[in-house]
């Protein structure tokens, strides 16, 4: 397997403008993270699926953050409009029902100027 | 506010030195404990899993338990190498589902000298 693929790896934008994140989880997993990591704030869930349902989205930060999964392979996160704050490493995390253990992708790298 | 904390924030040691890795946690109403590697620039890997009936994990030379009474995890590297040089990190999960929230800690930077 694969493992967590996401995409872009590096985003560099400017403010204002509309951010769309993906991620494809492992297959056969059920779960689904969205994680944010800053230095100050370190890593942060933002929301999680399971079976393709939002459980609990209390970590998006405002209006502004949005997320998707419109089938069990693929997931999205959008940011519009983009903020300087909203600069940070944004990982996809999956994971199994019959194991716990969540497996991270490689992250993307935003960075909103 | 549930937290999780990692002492200390850095540790830099000598190569073949076995060494310790401590996370603390404010409640006990812990789930599973998971422990992650991070190198600079990457993903997060995943290391050792707690599971909520289990006291430990092994797996080479690394080892890591898990004590609710008390809130802490430990994670044991034996005979230390150049890289293992990285950030690792403790996360928790909360009581009353399988899934969920991983609350991590700020990490611990490690550096093993040659």
């Known amino acids: 397997d694969a493992g967590v693929i996401q995409s872009p790896r590096h985003e560099v934008t400017e403010m204002g403008q509309e951010v769309t994140l993906r991620c494809k989880p492992i297959s056969g997993h059920d779960y689904l993270f969205w994680y944010r990591q800053t230095m100050m704030r370190g890593l942060e869930l933002l929301i999680y699926?399971?079976?393709?349902?939002?459980?609990?989205d209390s970590g998006m930060p405002e209006d502004r953050f949005s997320a998707k999964m419109p089938n069990a392979s693929f997931s999205t996160l959008k940011i519009q409009p983009s903020e300087p704050r909203d600069s940070a490493v944004y990982f996809c995390a999956s994971s199994s029902s019959t194991s716990n253990e969540q497996f991270f992708g490689p992250g993307t790298r935003l960075t909103v100027l | 506010k549930q937290e999780v904390t990692q002492i200390p924030a850095a540790l830099s040691v000598p190569e073949g030195e076995n060494l310790v890795l401590n996370c603390s946690f404010t409640d006990s109403a812990i789930y599973n404990l998971q422990w992650f590697r991070q190198d600079p620039g990457k993903g997060l890997t995943s290391l050792l899993l707690i599971q909520s009936s289990q006291r430990e994990q092994t797996s080479g030379r690394l080892n890591a338990s898990l004590d609710k009474s008390s809130g802490r995890s430990t994670l044991y590297i034996a005979a230390s190498q150049p890289g293992d040089s990285a950030t690792y990190l403790c996360a928790r999960t909360n009581y009353g589902g399988s899934q969920g929230n991983l609350i991590f800690g700020k990490g611990t930077k490690l550096s093993v000298k040659p």
């Open positions: 699926f399971n079976n393709n349902v939002p459980i609990d």
